[in-house]
């Protein structure tokens, strides 16, 4: 049965110290606790955490470790359990010394949801959701916008300028309907190369398919599409998304056809996934 040696705990009591290796590790502390050493320390910011242990030159084996090592979240007290006796049957060593090392903690996976708003000219106004999923260094994403009137034309009558329809000019009520739609699908690309572990900087480039047309309405209770706001065909988006500790911003710009052109911001939430190690 493993057992500690009377001179092995003396030694420990009297001689055990610890290092702190990086700037944001501080207050650490090493004590015997029966049969295990518990090694605490305070991180202000988050980490990724490791521990070693030199007697003399020698380095120690420290594989039965448990507690705050490893992806560490910053707060003071993190406490690090090492179960001595599953690796060494005694332990005769003496002058034994820690070490604790932080590094800093890299971003994992990213899931991504935010309600997107656009504005564009006449004026134009849509809503809907953006969902994506960012991996190490890049990921995807996918965007539904519009104004969820998908009123069509009459006959899909269509006027000019000048409000003619096939040269004649109807007798218009003065009411207007806009329609509008963006179905769009991309890259995302993290602009901090994943450094930051609960924040993000990403880059968004997509392509889909869109349309935007004014609907004028007849007093016989016709829809004619106008066609001077008439656009459709492929659409074309570009912004940047900003995350912090969850809270997701963007901003950009989007296009049908390169003709019509819109504003976008969205606000939401990111979920952070802890990086593998």
């Not at 003399?56 to 470790?65: S, V």
Request: one cysteine or more; glycine letters at 10%; hydrophobic letters at 40%.
């Amino acid at each position: 049965m493993h057992s500690f040696k009377p001179y092995w705990i003396i030694i420990c009591m009297l001689i055990l110290s610890a290092i702190a290796s990086a700037q944001n590790v501080q207050n650490v502390a090493v004590r015997q606790v029966d049969t295990t050493i518990e090694i605490t320390y305070d991180l202000d910011a988050d980490a990724v955490v490791s521990v070693s242990a030199f007697s003399g030159y020698k380095a120690l084996k420290m594989e039965h470790l448990e507690g705050a090592i490893g992806e560490v979240t910053a707060g003071n007290k993190c406490k690090i359990i090492w179960n001595v006796l599953e690796d060494y049957n005694d332990f005769v060593f003496d002058n034994v010394c820690f070490t604790v090392s932080a590094a800093p903690a890299k971003g994992g996976n990213r899931t991504i949801f935010t309600a997107q708003y656009g504005y564009g000219a006449i004026p134009q106004h849509s809503g809907g959701l953006l969902i994506g999923q960012k991996y190490k260094y890049a990921g995807w994403y996918a965007s539904f916008r519009s104004n969820f009137s998908f009123k069509q034309p009459t006959n899909n009558l269509s006027c000019d300028k000048g409000g003619l329809v096939n040269g004649m000019l109807p007798l218009y009520s003065g009411s207007r309907q806009q329609s509008h739609m963006l179905v769009t699908a991309g890259l995302l690309v993290d602009l901090t190369g994943n450094h930051w572990r609960k924040s993000m900087l990403a880059l968004y480039l997509g392509a889909g398919y869109g349309w935007r047309y004014s609907l004028w309405e007849t007093t016989r209770g016709q829809l004619i599409r106008y066609n001077p706001t008439y656009y459709h065909g492929v659409a074309a988006q570009a912004g940047v998304m900003g995350s912090i500790r969850g809270l997701t911003l963007s901003a950009g710009v989007a296009t049908i056809g390169f003709n019509y052109l819109e504003l976008e911001v969205g606000i939401g939430y990111t979920i952070n996934h802890k990086s593998k190690k």
